[in-house]
């Protein structure tokens, strides 16, 4: 099979998804490695009907890969995981809609465009968590312990776009972190962001039912296949706090080999969106560098 991984150049040289791509070339595949966020590219070229057999997402929230699996997807082509499910779990603010709407332990969530309208939510919601719409690996999220404190990291946060802001769920400082392998659960405990001193080893944990039965349904209800779920294990059990496509599946047995051999899975199944009307055939412009600078074909090769 051909494959196209796109990998922001947060994770260039983080061992998720790399070696999975270095696995697959390993198994006779084909795999090119496009990093749109340092790279020029004919876009309208880059992406064509039968280019590949799937294209592969790694970037962080809001980063330009995201637009090219859509245009990937867009031309008929299957995505990893299905692209509308990755909109839906990269905004932050629309996941919280769509879980709870659908019956997932998702706490009440504020968002406002402006940290000062952070400023209207009723004392008696505090503390709160209050982090950006889009982020991702931990960026800006904080604790906001009273209004007052919100006056004092309010600042911090201008120039984060949409803010979303969740009542604190109490906890024991740890987060549990499961993973869903092409429908094998994985539970990680770590230490919270929120509370880096409690020195917790990351490490593989016994998952409970209730959690593992929460987890399953996030993906029904968001449409994925490879992906992780932050819980926490609060006063009035388990509540989800972020849902990530594909994470990086650390502590996960054999982690390289069962995300490679899901993501053939479903390059072979297929989960492109469907678009009226066949698309044109496009023509590669060629000449790129080793990172696909003008066109396709000549990406990054594994």
Not at 46 to 55: I, L, P, Q
Not at 260 to 278: M, N
């Amino acid at each position: 099979m051909r494959l196209c991984f796109l990998v922001e150049e947060h994770y260039r040289r983080d061992g998720m998804p790399l070696d999975v791509a270095r696995q697959l070339t390993a198994w006779g595949h084909r795999v090119d490695v496009l990093r749109p966020g340092d790279s020029l590219m004919a876009i309208s070229e880059a992406v064509r009907a039968g280019s590949h057999d799937a294209w592969v997402l790694k970037t962080v929230s809001g980063g330009p890969g995201l637009t090219l699996l859509e245009a990937a997807a867009a031309v008929g082509l299957t995505t990893v995981n299905d692209v509308r499910s990755i909109r839906g779990v990269r905004d932050k603010a629309l996941a919280a809609v769509i879980g709870r709407t659908r019956g997932l332990p998702v706490p009440v969530t504020y968002a406002a465009a402006r940290w000062e309208r952070l400023a209207e939510i009723p004392t008696a919601e505090y503390p709160l968590v209050v982090k950006p719409a889009d982020g991702s690996s931990g960026r800006a999220v904080r604790l906001v312990r009273s209004p007052d404190h919100l006056l004092e990291v309010g600042p911090e946060l201008a120039g984060e776009g949409l803010l979303i802001a969740q009542p604190y769920v109490p906890n024991s400082g740890t987060d549990l972190k499961v993973y869903c392998v092409d429908g094998e659960l994985f539970a990680t405990e770590r230490s919270s962001p929120l509370h880096p001193g409690q020195g917790v080893r990351e490490r593989q944990v016994p998952l409970p039912g209730s959690v593992a039965r929460i987890v399953a349904q996030v993906g029904e209800v968001f449409g994925l296949d490879l992906y992780g779920v932050d819980v926490l294990l609060g006063p009035d059990g388990p509540v989800v706090v972020d849902i990530n496509d594909f994470p990086s599946f650390r502590q996960v047995p054999d982690a390289v080999a069962r995300v490679a051999r899901a993501v053939l899975r479903l390059a072979r199944s297929g989960t492109a969106v469907s678009v009226p009307g066949e698309p044109a055939a496009l023509v590669s412009a060629g000449g790129a560098d080793r990172y696909g600078q003008l066109g396709f074909g000549e990406g990054e090769l594994l």
